[in-house]
Every structure is written in C-alpha cells, then in structure tokens.
C-alpha cells in the first residue's frame, strides 16, 4: 500500500462499511436506550477527551441532532468550575481525579444517558467517569477502539477500561495506533476514528429519530441556525431543557 489520497480514501471506504455492518445490533441497541431516555424527559451527555471530544460535538448541539443534548468537555473545570486555565494540558485525561468534578459540574437528572468517546479506552479521567456514570444508575454507551484497547494496559488504578463499563459498546474500527497507511521505516499515517465515530454518532441519531417516529411522536431535532426561522425553531425546543443543556462552551 502506497502512501495517497486515494489509497486513504480506499481504507477509510473499507472501514465505513465493516464498521456499518458489525456494528448494526450495536447501533440499534444504543438508540432503544436513547429514545426511551428521551421519552422519559432525559437528556444525553456526551464526553470524549483529546480527539475523542469531536464524538461529542457530533452529538450535542449540531443541525440535524437531538436538542436533549449535553457537552461535557474538560475545560468545564476551567469555564465553569473555576479552575486556573494552566489546570488543563495533554496529561489532564489520564488524572482519575478529575472526573468527579466534571460529573458535579454537569446538569444531570437520574433519567439522564451517557455516551463516552475514548479510542484507547484507558485513560484515568475516562475510566473513573465511567464508573461514576455506572455507581450513579445512568446508561452508558462506549465508542472506542476495540483492537486498539485491547492492546493497551488500563491507566486506571482498578485496572478496567472504558468498554469494562457499558451498557453497550460500539467499536469504531479504528486500528492499533489509529492511523492506517504504514510508512516506511515506521509509523503510519491516516487516522480514521474520528470519522468512524461520526458515523456511528450519527447513525444512533437517525434511529433514536425513527423510533420516535414510529411511536408517533415529533422528534426534538435542531434545525441549522444558519437558514430562516432556524434561531426560533431551536430555541423553543431549548426552552424544554432550560439549565439542562448547555451550548457554546
């Protein structure tokens, strides 16, 4: 395999469709826990840490997505929280610590989901707020790397992993390392968990969407700001959540 665009563009086809097809009972599963939440007046937070945290921004707050939406992100400990800015760097997500004042921080509610974006599925922060998650009663829902976590020795000091915790786990594909195009005299190029993770992100939308649907219901989707009566739309279905979901942050 040579090093392009079109050799990226033939790995990236491939695990689109392996994932689409592997992770099918999966994605279903995730969308019955999501939409009974919701209909329960529930709310899904999403959490992902380093890249992870482009899992979260698919789901909470975009055109086309659920309103019920919550993005936890680390610099809650900053913007919210009133930690020094100098708190947060590239080794915060490894520090178990933290995930309980994140978890304090956010505006959860008993029939509240959560999804957690992790590709290595081991890091301190991920690891304890996943157990937090679980000790609290939530349902919890895993994207992560199955082939690479299963290579990588837990950083959290009970030893489980991210999968170890959920309800339900997705594997987004991704290979050991994440990048997928080998060069020469090592490493490789091309990550592809971000963009297997959009999928799935987006795929347990459309069916927690369907099923609303079919229980005729009107699902509470965000229209893009960005067109007429796109800012009215959305904010009366915020109004429903008020203090619930936060945006902008």
């Known amino acids: 395999m040579t ?11 491939e695990t689109i469709g392996r994932v689409a097809e592997s992770q099918r009972e999966a994605v279903g599963r995730v969308a019955d826990l999501i939409a009974d939440a919701v209909r329960a007046d529930g709310v899904v937070h999403a959490f992902g840490t380093g890249h992870s945290e482009a899992l979260a921004m698919e789901i909470a707050g975009r055109a086309g997505g ?9 610099r809650d400990l900053v913007l919210l929280g009133g930690e020094p800015a100098d708190r947060l760097g590239p080794m915060l997500e490894r520090d178990p610590s933290v995930a309980h004042r994140l978890y304090e921080l956010a505006p959860v509610r008993p029939t509240d989901v959560f999804v957690l974006a992790s590709n290595s599925g081991v890091n301190g922060a991920m690891v304890e707020f996943a157990t937090l998650v679980k000790e609290r009663g939530h349902g919890l829902v895993a994207i992560t790397s199955a082939q690479h976590s299963g ?19 997705l594997d987004n594909g991704a290979p050991y390392g994440d990048a997928t195009l080998p060069l020469p005299g090592g490493g ?39 067109i007429p009566d796109g800012d009215a739309h959305n904010t009366a279905l915020e109004a429903r959540y008020a203090g619930r979901i936060r945006r902008g942050s």
């Open 3 to 13: 090093v392009s665009a079109e050799d990226y563009l033939a790995v990236v086809t």
């Open 66 to 74: 659920l309103v019920p939406t919550n993005r936890i992100a680390l």
């Open 151 to 169: 290579r990588m020795t837990s950083r959290h000091p009970s030893g489980r992993k991210l999968g170890d915790l959920a309800d339900v786990v």
């Open 188 to 226: 490789a190029v091309g990550a592809v968990s971000s963009i297997t993770a959009a999928l799935l992100a987006q795929q347990i939308t459309v069916e927690v969407v369907a099923r609303l649907l079919a229980a005729g219901e009107r699902p509470p989707v965000y229209l893009s700001a960005n």
